[in-house]
T-cell receptor, first 112, second 119 residues
Framework: TQLLEQSPQFLSIQEGENLTVYCNSS?????LQWYRQEPGEGPVLLVT?????EVKKLKRLTFQFGDARKDSSLHITAAQPGDTGLYLC????????????FGEGTQLTVNP | DTGVSQNPRHKITKRGQNVTFRCDPI?????LYWYRQTLGQGPEFLTY????????KSRLLSDRFSAERPKGSFSTLEIQRTEQGDSAMYLC?????????????????FGPGTRLTVL
């Protein structure tokens, strides 16, 4: 059972376009982390959000945690080819100990 | 570089053989995690350690899998009698969680992974 649903699964856009990736669950998470992963490498942490309604910005990336802490979004402005990669959201719960529950990921391709 | 390191990066083995992977966490991180990732999927939790104690194991971790962290520093993951279904990327992560318990801000930092191919 996939507790975190990411959409879209695949996204191919042109350089300069904007995009939004969604991460949804029916369950509440204590925290939510976004990672980016390149082929053959481990996930690299982008951001952690912990407060409902929280918005964090990282250059052209904007992350939002839903008010109810069940969903999150990642918005990229003016995408660049270097943004290409697999974007993963992962939720943590105090009741689940230390395990992270990952979504299936969104494969983003930014064409020059 | 003081990130999480994993060795080997790639392992090709024949079905039925045993394999062992090593993970060196970020120094002073007392929590260490193992995940498995198959193609097209997100990582799935296998097990985690607080110092040398293995505190949780997923049902994915069959009796052919064993993980250790004998001195609370590096960890090993062994797979006995490998099967083709074991082919995956095995990821290690570490976290600076306090001894007082997990909090919602305990971020996990991942290593580069070990890609296992079972022929």
């Amino acid at each position: 059972t996939q507790l975190l649903e990411q959409s879209p699964q695949f996204l191919s856009i042109q350089e300069g376009e904007n995009l939004t990736v969604y991460c949804n669950s029916s369950s509440v998470f204590s925290s939510l982390q976004w990672y980016r992963q390149e082929p053959g490498e481990g996930p690299v942490l982008l951001v952690t959000v912990v407060t409902g309604g929280e918005v964090k910005k990282l250059k052209r990336l904007t992350f939002q945690f839903g008010d109810a802490r069940k969903d999150s979004s990642l918005h990229i402005t003016a995408a660049q080819p270097g943004d290409t990669g697999l974007y993963l959201c992962a939720g943590g719960r105090v009741t689940s100990g230390s395990r992270l529950t990952f979504g299936e990921g969104t494969q983003l391709t930014v064409n020059p | 570089d003081t990130g999480v390191s994993q060795n080997p990066r790639h392992k090709i083995t024949k079905r039925g053989q045993n394999v062992t992977f090593r993970c060196d966490p970020i120094s002073e991180h007392n929590r260490l995690y193992w995940y498995r990732q198959t193609l097209g999927q997100g990582p799935e939790f296998l097990t985690y350690f607080q110092n040398e104690a293995q505190l949780e194991k997923s049902r994915l971790l069959s009796d052919r899998f064993s993980a250790e962290r004998p001195k609370g520093s590096f960890s090993t993951l062994e797979i006995q009698r490998t099967e083709q279904g074991d082919s995956a990327m095995y990821l290690c992560a570490s976290s600076p969680a306090s001894l007082g318990g997990w909090t919602s801000t305990d971020t996990q930092y991942f290593g580069p992974g070990t890609r296992l191919t079972v022929l």
